[in-house]
């Protein structure tokens, strides 16, 4: 659609509005300084600025002219639902001579109940950053005042684009706050179980179905996947908490020793026993003991366990008196029982008083989604530790951990940061800084075609690239500076391999990797 | 186009006198500031000019700073003033910030 050419006073006004966007003010006040402007400038009246909540499908007030912050609150629309919520479910403009007989306006912040809406023109545009809609616009104006309406939506929406990206950051901004809300959420049990897959939702129900029953669980996984952080967690979720938690290594313990270790043993029982000594179950009276590779016990040991799990009772070695214990038992095994039961290395009897409760710890492999989580947490815990300052993981060094089959899981991950952190010379975590192990071909996914030089060289050329806008925030004069080379190469390359640079724009330096 | 002219201590006397002569008026308002900073679009090859006069249609538009900082938004804003449908109706031009004196 043609338009008139903006008057004098509207290109001042513009000018004026793209000045106010462009101050180091917070994004409130900015937003304020936009409906000043559009008061003085045009008589835009009672101007308001509204994001769209796109978890929520609404569009919520974020700023109001003149408005209180109660009045502001109730300017919350569900997609569709008035003017607002229609201009945000289209994207298209509405404008209307007469407020008041508009049967669309709901008027749910009260801001017009004081004035004669038979005399009002109402303006609403939507706000659209990178064809998206993420916002609208809307203002009033003296009916008298309008001489042409479609002039009046076309100079709004000029001022909503001069503004969108604005508008866009803040709910950035709001989503990163719910998306930290929800991380946060994500380690409800005690702080230490990190993880947001599917897999470890799965394993935080199950913990809290079983935490604060007296039931047995046996913990099944491989090496490294935290069956002792389970097992942990379940105890300090349970009504137990206050008492013990006691660790056996059953397979650290020679069969000699592992009896009078587990339930203790009486002065002159063997020799060398020159005193009476509890054993671990003793040890745990009121709390839990967790039995690490228990598929590693004897079976006589086995036999004697089994008896603590039936009768609650246990025998000092060297005495013939039964002590009643009341102890939680959890187990944790990374061999299966099954095939140990059919070799006759392992009780069936106490395979089905542990199995009571069973709980597979998943691989690192199967909780994609965690590497990363994981790999901030320990980057952030041994940067506190080693007082250094790591603000980010780089690309390629993502691209390496989330590629690598990590047989070692989550011990392997946590191993793997600490030498990066160590090696780390500034603030970014990179891909050399990774154990070689990680760099060389060893998962299925790395036999993969590699392609020809000219291709891994673009393909390295591109993360390098990427890195240094992140590491400016989207700045190409700092990052062609980053890189040594020119701002005319980096947007030459920029455009050749299609890099969403300004994607970066609105991210902090650090926040590109880090949680 | 407007200048910023060097004067001589005696040329400055001689102003201030003329101002005394006159009475309650002021010909000459001297700042010392250690820089200045102009907003300036080229027009043609090595030929700028202050954005006030360039783009004459947006009123109140200033093409002079004190500060680099404040010249820098002026560019800024009025590059994405340009760039953007409203600005459709101005011609897109490079725009510079020039260091223009040093006191």
């Given at each position: 659609m043609?338009?008139?050419p903006f008057r004098k006073e509207e290109l001042e006004t513009l000018y004026r509005v793209a000045r106010a966007i462009n101050t180091s003010e917070d994004l409130e006040s900015c937003f304020r300084r936009v409906l000043d402007l559009l008061k003085q400038g045009m008589g835009l009246?009672?101007?308001?600025?509204s994001v769209l909540r796109r978890d929520l499908d609404e569009v919520h007030l974020v700023v109001g002219h003149g408005l209180s912050p109660d009045a502001q609150f109730r300017g919350r629309y569900l997609l569709g639902e008035g003017v607002t919520g229609r201009v945000a479910k289209t994207g298209r403009p509405m404008a209307f001579f007469n407020l008041d007989k508009q049967p669309l306006f709901l008027d749910r912040t009260g801001a017009r109940r004081a004035v004669d809406r038979t005399e009002l023109a109402f303006i609403c545009v939507p706000i659209v950053y990178e064809d998206n809609v993420v916002g609208v616009l809307s203002t009033d104006k003296l009916s008298r005042l309008v001489a042409d309406l479609r002039a009046e939506v076309h100079f709004l929406s000029a001022v909503a684009e001069l503004i969108a990206r604005k508008v866009f950051t803040r709910s950035v901004v709001e989503e990163n706050a719910r998306l930290k809300e929800l991380f946060s959420q994500t380690r409800p049990l005690d702080g230490n179980m990190i993880g947001n897959s599917k897999r470890m939702k799965e394993i935080n129900l199950l913990i809290s179905q079983v935490a604060d029953?007296?039931?047995?669980?046996?913990?099944?996984?491989?090496?490294?996947?935290?069956?002792e952080l389970i097992a942990e967690t379940i105890h300090n979720l349970s009504s137990r908490k206050d008492g013990p938690f006691v660790t056996v290594n059953c397979a650290a313990l020679p069969d000699t020793l592992i009896e009078s270790e587990l339930f203790g043993h009486t002065k002159g029982a063997y020799t060398g026993a020159v005193s009476s000594s509890p054993g671990r179950f003793e040890l745990a009276e009121g709390g839990t003991i967790f039995l690490d590779e228990v598929g590693e016990l004897s079976l006589l040991a086995q036999a004697k366990l089994l008896r603590v799990l039936q009768e609650g009772e246990i025998q000092r070695v060297g005495s013939s008196k039964t002590i009643k214990v009341d102890v939680r038992v959890i187990a944790a095994t990374n061999q299966d029982l099954m095939v140990r039961m059919e070799q006759g290395r392992f009780r069936s009897d106490l395979y089905y008083r542990l199995n009571v409760f069973p709980i597979m710890a998943p691989p690192l492999r199967d909780r994609g989604a965690d590497i990363l989580l994981l790999a901030d947490y320990f980057a952030g815990k041994y940067a506190d530790n080693m007082q250094k300052s790591i603000h980010r993981i780089s690309t390629s060094a993502i691209n390496l951990l989330t590629t690598y089959h990590w047989p070692g899981n989550v011990r392997e991950l946590e191993n793997c940061m600490e030498r990066a952190v160590l090696l780390a010379r500034e603030d970014v975590i990179d891909a050399h800084h990774l154990p070689p192990?990680?760099?060389?071909?060893?998962?299925?996914e790395r036999d993969a075609p590699r392609g020809e030089l000219k291709q891994l060289v673009a393909a390295y050329e591109r993360e390098l690239i990427t890195d240094a806008l992140k590491a400016s925030s989207g700045n190409q004069t700092k990052a062609a500076e980053s890189l040594g080379t020119t701002k005319?190469?980096?947007?030459?390359?920029?455009?050749?391999?299609?890099?969403?640079?300004?994607?970066?724009r609105h991210a902090e330096p650090s926040d590109s990797a880090m949680a | 186009m407007s200048q910023f002219p060097e004067l001589t201590a005696e040329q400055l006397e001689k102003i201030r006198a003329l101002e005394k002569e006159l009475g309650d008026v002021c010909l000459l308002a001297v700042?010392?500031?250690?820089?200045?900073?102009?907003?300036?679009?080229?027009i043609d090859k090595n030929h700028w000019k202050p954005i006030d006069e360039v783009y004459s249609e947006i009123q109140g538009l200033r093409s002079y700073f004190l500060s680099r900082d404040d010249a820098k938004k002026a560019k800024d804003s009025l590059k994405s003033l340009i760039t953007s449908k409203a600005g459709q109706q101005l011609e897109k031009r490079p725009i510079r910030v020039q260091k223009l004196s040093e006191g």
């Open positions: 043609n338009h008139e009246e009672r101007g308001m600025i029953s007296r039931a047995t669980v046996l913990i099944n996984g491989e090496t490294g996947t935290g069956k192990t990680l760099q060389v071909k060893t998962g299925p005319r190469i980096i947007q030459y390359k920029i455009s050749k391999y299609g890099i969403p640079y300004s994607r970066f | 700042r010392r500031a250690e820089a200045m900073y102009a907003v300036e679009v080229k």
